[in-house]
Structures are given as C-alpha cells and as structure tokens.
C-alpha cells in the first residue's frame, strides 16, 4: 500500500488542513481503536474526546468542528467527515474486483450481446438473447436467465440466479446467492383443496445504483413487472413478492418481506424482520422499527411507526411501558375492587 | 404471438359467450389495468364495476354475473374465472421451459438412470445412483447428490442443492437457491459447555405437484424422513427443520419457520414470518396469521388464529384494541383509585 | 450394513450390559419408533416406559437407571446414552462423505496452496493465494474468493460462496448455500436522499468446530472482522452482520437477525426468528426464547428472556396471561367505574 498524503486529501475536499501538514497515512481505522499513525474520522462532533486520546495520526473532521484543547492528531476539516472517508476508502482501498475477460469454463450464448470489458466468471452461464453492459462483472457459478439484460458497470458476484426478461440498471451490486425473478406465490384454490398454479409472466425492472445483498429473493410480476426503483439499498436475506413496487433511495434490512402487490414509497426505511401485507401503499419517508407488521396503507409520509400492527413510535413507546407492567395492573384493579366492595358494604 | 378466438376459449371451459363472439385476442391482462383488446377476468362480482370500465376485449366472469348495464366487451360465462384464465395462461402464454438434453458442460454419473426428455443445464452435477424421471428439467448450476430420486415432469431452476438419497415426487417445481436435505440442526450439549453433533441420517420425502420458493430450506431427518406431502405450496425463505411432516395442500408464506419434528396438518393457511416451536401438531385446515408464534399444539381443526403467542382470530383483534389503548385504560385506573380514596375519607 | 456386537459398544463406553451379551443390531432407530431389532437410547429416565414395550433389541441407558420391571431388550448402561448414541451413528452410520481429490471440472488457481486429500468436486471454483487445509472437503458449484484459507477436515457442501480474504477454522461443516464475507449493509446517507456506499474492506475470521446452516448469511466488517468463535452452531437462515461477534459455543436457530457490531457472549442460546439491534453486547450464557427483539445491552450473564422487547421469561409469562385477558380487564374496570359513581350518587 502507497502512503497518501495529508496535502493530497485536504486538496481532493477542498478542506483546511489543522496541525502537522507534513504527514501522510498508509492505513484506516476507525476512531476509538485506531491503528497509530493512521486516516481516521469523526462523524459526530459530540464524541469529540476521541479527537484527543485517538492514535490516527489523521483526523477528518466536520468543518464547524472547533478544537477544546490540543490534539497530537493532524486535522483535515471537510464538509462530510464519513462520506469523504468512504470515498477515500474506494479510490485508494478498494483494490478488489479487477477483473476482466471470459473465462474459459464460463458458458455464453452466441446471440447474447457483451459490452466492453466484461467479466464472465468460470462455470457462470448466460443464456441466450442477453445483453450485458460494458465492464458488467459475472463472478463464478452465477445463471443469467434468457432475454436478461444487465447495465454498464454492475457487479453480480457468485452463485447469482437471474431468471429470464429480468431487466437490471447500471452500477448495481448483487450479492451472492439472490434469486431474481423467481415465480410469484400465486396459487388459486380449488374445490378438492388442490391449488392451481397461476403462472407469473410478468417480469422484474431493477434500476440504476441498486445494492442487493445476500440470498435476497425478489420474485417477478404475474403480469407486469416487480419494480426496485433507483438506489433502492437491500440487505440479505428479504423477500420481495410478485408485483411489489419500491421507492426510489428506500433501505431495507434483513429477513423483512414485502407481500404481493406492495407499493412501498420513496426514501423509505424499514427495520429488519418487518413484515408487510399485500397490497397496500406505504407513503414517502416512512420509517419502520425492526420486527413490525404493517397490515394498512400508511398515507402520511415521513413518519416513524413500529409494532406489530404499528402505532406512531412514540404511542408504541407509552403503550410498551404500560404493557410490561399489565401484572401490576390487574393487581391494583382488583385491589380497588375489595375497595369498592368495602365502600359498598359500609354504604348499606 | 398467435391470436385466439373468443368461440374456442368458451368451448374449452363449456362457457357462454355474452356480445361479439367473433373477437379473439393475442394478450392478456388484468382487467383494472387492461391492454385494450385483451382478455382479462373478473374473479369477484363485487368489483362489477370493472366490466364498464375496463380496456379488455373479452372478459371471463362467473355464470352468476348478471349485467346491470351495458359493456363493449365480449362476456365469457364460466365456472370459475379465475381458474380459467390461469389455465389459458398456461396453456397459451407459458412458452418458456421448452428445453431438452444433457448440455456439454453438464456432470451426470455413469451410475445414474435417466428418463426421457430430460434436460440437465451446463455446470449442473447430478451424483451417482440417482434416478431423473422423464422430461425432469434441471437448469445449469444445481447440484444433486447421491442416490436421489426426482419423479417425472419436475422442474429443478438453477442454483438448487439437493443433497444425497431424498425423493421427490413429480410434476413439482423447485425454485433458485433451495437447499433440500442439509443436516437438521442437531447438537447435544457437553459438559465442557461444547456441542456433539448428532448425525442427521434420514432423509427428505416430497410429495407430487409440490412447489417450493426460491432459497427455501428443508432439513433431512435425524432418523426416518422429513416429509412434504402432495400438493404442498411453499414460499420463498422458509425453513423447514428435522422431521417436519406438512399435510397435503398446506401453503406457507416467506420467511416461516416449523422447528423439528412439527406435525402440520392438511390444508392449512400458514402466514409470513409465522414461527412453530419443536413437537408440536397443528389439526387439518388451520390458518395462522402472519407474524404469529404457535407454541402449542392446535387440536381443532380449520379455525382461525393469530399472535405470538396465538390467540383466536375474533380474541385477538378485540384484544389488540384494548392494548393499542392501555396508557388511557391506566389513566382510568388511576383517576377511578383518587375517586375511591376521596370516597374512602368522606365516609370516614 | 454389518453387525455389530453389544459387546462392543458395552467396551467401547465402558457400559455395563443387562440382559442377553450376545446380541448385535445392524439397524438404529427411536426407542418410540423402534425397527425391531435395532439399537436404540433412552436419553430421559423419565420415558422409562418405553423401556418396557419398545421394539428395540438393544438400548443405551443412563447408569443411573434402576429397572422396575423386566424388559426383552438388552440394555447397556453408560454415561450419557444420548452422546453415546450420537457416536455410534457417527463410527458406524455415517458412511457419507468419503470423496477425495480434484475433479476434472473443477477449477483451482495455481497459486493456491492445498493440502493432502482434498476433495474439490466439479465446478467449484478456487480462486488465487488461498490456502486448502488437508482432507478439506468442497463440494460442487462452490466458489471460493481470493486468499481466503480454510483448516483441515472442514467440509463445504454444494454451492456455498465464500467471499475474498475470509479465514474458516479446522473441523467446522458449513452447508449448501451459505454466503460468508459479503458486504456489510453500510450506506452513508447524502443530502440528495441517496446513499454513498461505505466500502466494506474488514473480512469474516470462523474458528474451529463451527457449522453453519444452509442459507445462512455471514458479512465482511466494515473494517476489522465479523468474528464466530469455536464451537459455535449456527442454523439455516441467519443473518449476521458486519463486525458482529459471537462468542464460543453459541447456537442460534433459524431466521434469527443479528445486526451490526453486536457482541453476543459465549454459550449463549438463541431461539428462531429473534432480532438484536445493532451494537450491544449480550452476556455469556444468556438464552432468548423465539421471536424476541433485543433493543439494549444484557448485562447479567445466564438469564433466560423472551418478548419483544425482551423481558424475563417468569415477567413475560406472568405479564402475557393478563394480556390475553385485556378486554375482560377493561370490561372490570368499567364495571368499577360504574360502581363508583352509583357510590358517589348515593354519598351526596
């Protein structure tokens, strides 16, 4: 790892350089367990006291940061101490994911059509009628389904399995083992108890900048297609249903589900474990605590729910309190009741 | 995509054609969001309004619809809208799967019988002493393992794992990612505070016309089988642990989980994100609400329930609406506890 | 299947024989579903009454067992006839697994270093700089990243994806689909509404006598590693995140969510579907019963806790009675205050 220095980072942010300029770092770590001479930063100015018994010899700070005693630590002040550091961790930290080519034991359709610079992983099959972006990474054993089509510079890591008309934007990130287009769970009951399957022709539409993590399932439409917008965030391990639509910039985390038919807002972001009913619509900004089950529309965008079913976050908070004494409860209305029943012999 | 007439649509289905019986259609739809000129259903006579409304061409609707006022579009009386247009799709539009043959880059051993018609994708492995019924469809990247046995017709989708000596029945679909016959989750614990494994030596035994969801997982038994019975419909991201039996026509919906040894009964309704502990039976035609733990057995059959733990369905609802008010009902505890205090000291 | 001899087992355990020595079994099976002839255990004394109407031929019993009437069977008293048992399965049972070398599908970069008796079946994929320990058992379609190393005698089912950089211990079992060393869920929020991807540049480092489940989801620290210590169990479907770390010997159940930067103590043990929120540190011991939410620190080691949020297990059940009974709590108190205003009435 070349050393980067001090100079080179404050004229990249445009920032002010507070102490030592002289200084360089091969190294990152975070605040409270950093690496001696080492880039490190804070994000919030209330853990200030880091500042000072830190070992980073490199500091990035917010720019309304000012200083209550001495620091042996080099400042850079920037507008955005954590965005700056994570986009100094992509240029000059990220060194993985160079690769380039078709392997010899990966298998492509003749009548896919690949951009520039892709890389087509070993025993990854793409099927017939695809088109693949330019410099789109296919890691190992992935399956890109018949008539797929992936954007420009989206990595798909191994063990991947796309169905077929599934359409991805640019600049996305799957994690290993998502399942894309899978059927949707649509089965019409009979009068012997039997199901019969109702086949799901429509597709799924991924746009640009999404982020899919780990053994995600996302199935595709009956009819029509199952939308993740624009830098929608997705963590491992959730389930998004037949013809579910959601937000542009919405984050979700693990192991939640989203029913069939769900249109989940904008900006949205929702806990891990949180369960939704089919077809209802979630407003713009709606936050969501972990383990919550939402069974109705939420209409009023940007508030914060949680419960199973939800209340308004603080209506849920109150109510907890109360029901984790309910014991005690009962015991005083029964007390007020041989009370009531002592006033009401006396009274006689 | 070739077009269909109106008269052969209601000749299959032993219809009725109400309007222009000379129209034909090469689309389908849903009738809220119907392509003009396509065919679309009407399930429930309650959204009626739709057939006045709606784009499509021709519309299936149960015998008993009787019209209120007039439509442009051509009327099919069936029996059961829904089932028939599921089965046009599938007769009509469901092109996809027309795959047949072992491909190049495929692993099947010498050892294994294979029926006709079969397809084994690229990079798929099938073990020694298997046996693949005929026209059994495996898409490139699974893995079957020794001395497995697939019934005829099945669809096995990429990327499925499928471990040693379990049956599976025929005409099931398994979707991307499903793991079947991993080891049950089985530890005694030691002493020393450590853990013996205990071997998992059954296996797993699925049913015919089962459906299982992509990344679902379903345990091997300990000793004998697990078991998944004809007809069983499974969502994505469930699991399914050591010595589960699920009764025939039993649906679950994603992220489930039935610990070990659970006995499900038939016909069961079983929700999102729903939880069984170890040992338990559930009666036949029982549904569960999404979210809810059952940590009990259910004896009667094909009732309603919610809740963790489960409640039934009218005692939960009533119940919720109590809890949702508990800090008001507290208040009231203790406004009517200062009455009786003040009615205490005027008595005295 | 050969025989073997009462006799034997009888030394190898150093068991005390009751009844007929010169029995053998080729079979074993539950003492409550026995194969005639068989072997089996009684792990319980409590379930003495099998003892006496069980099939079984042999049976494995605690040495404590003190026989209240006389039985056909052979009983074998031990230590702990259920480890005993387990390791009868594991000597003379477990016959799977005895694969060894490199097919000739499989792919392994030469700059990887292997050790003797490896097994790499077709179409796994061994990437640069990693290092295989002997007898180390990879099944088909896994992939295996860049510099990751893994110990001897550990066994890697179909169609696991280990990320770059990963460390795995000796003697552990991870299942078929399983993802380790995907990115953490970190995204920097920016003023647009979008995310700014933090790059996720730590790795995943798994000690000894680990299993992982099928399915399961392990991610890379954001720096540092996600730590699972030795003799941990992890079942199918979980999601750990970045930088968590789990102490020895714990064992989680399926679907549980352990969010970033969470400690979870040693011997601890986890029901399904629970949720931890993200930093906080469980202590040593502690047991969580099935679907709970875990919000804040457990500071006291070896207390048993379920609810969401958690409460003690005696709290919790005491605190769900009343629950269940709210709307006749409510229904009490209206009745009360009726009755206090009929007392007001006749007090004035």
Not at 175 to 182: E, L, M, P
Request: aromatic share 8%.
């Amino acid at each position: 790892m070349k050393s980067i220095s001090v100079r080179e980072i404050a004229k990249f942010f445009n920032g002010e350089i507070v102490g030592d300029d002289s200084r360089s770092f091969a190294l990152v770590s975070k605040i409270d367990q950093a690496i001696p001479g080492s880039l490190s930063f804070l994000a919030n100015n209330k853990y200030e006291d880091h500042l000072y018994s830190s070992a980073a010899g490199i500091i990035l700070v917010s720019r309304t940061m000012e200083l209550k005693k001495e620091t042996d630590a080099t400042l850079v002040k920037v507008d955005d101490p954590y965005s700056a550091f994570c986009e100094i961790l992509n240029k000059y930290f990220n060194t993985y994911s160079e690769k380039k080519g078709i392997e010899d034991k990966a298998y492509i359709d003749k009548s896919t059509i690949c951009g520039k610079d892709v890389y087509l992983g070993s025993f990854s099959y793409v099927s017939a009628n695809c088109k693949i972006g330019e410099r789109v990474k296919i890691y190992p054993n992935s399956f890109i389904g018949e008539g797929t089509v992936i954007g420009a510079d989206t990595v798909i890591y191994s063990g991947v399995k796309i169905y077929h008309d599934i359409k991805i934007g640019s600049q996305c990130i799957i994690h290993s083992g998502c399942v894309i287009g899978s059927d949707g769970f649509g089965h019409a009951p009979q009068r012997d108890g039997s199901y019969l399957k109702i086949p799901q022709l429509g597709n799924v539409v991924i746009g640009d900048h999404v982020e899919i993590g780990a053994n995600t399932t996302i199935d595709r439409a009956t009819l029509g297609s199952t939308v993740i917008g624009n830098g929608v965030k997705l963590d491992n391990l959730i389930q998004v249903a037949h013809n579910v639509e959601i937000g542009e910039n919405t984050v979700i985390a693990a192991l939640a589900g989203v029913s069939g038919s769900v249109k989940l807002g904008k900006n949205c972001v929702i806990g891990g474990q949180v369960g939704f009913v089919g077809h209802i619509a979630i407003a713009d900004g709606t936050q969501i605590g972990a383990q919550s089950g939402i069974s109705k529309n939420v209409d009023e965008p940007g508030k914060q729910w949680i419960g199973s079913p939800i209340m308004p976050l603080q209506d849920a908070f109150r109510t907890q309190v109360v029901y984790r004494k309910l014991p005690a409860l009962k015991a005083k209305v029964e007390e007020l009741e041989k009370q009531i029943n002592e006033l009401q012999r006396n009274g006689q």
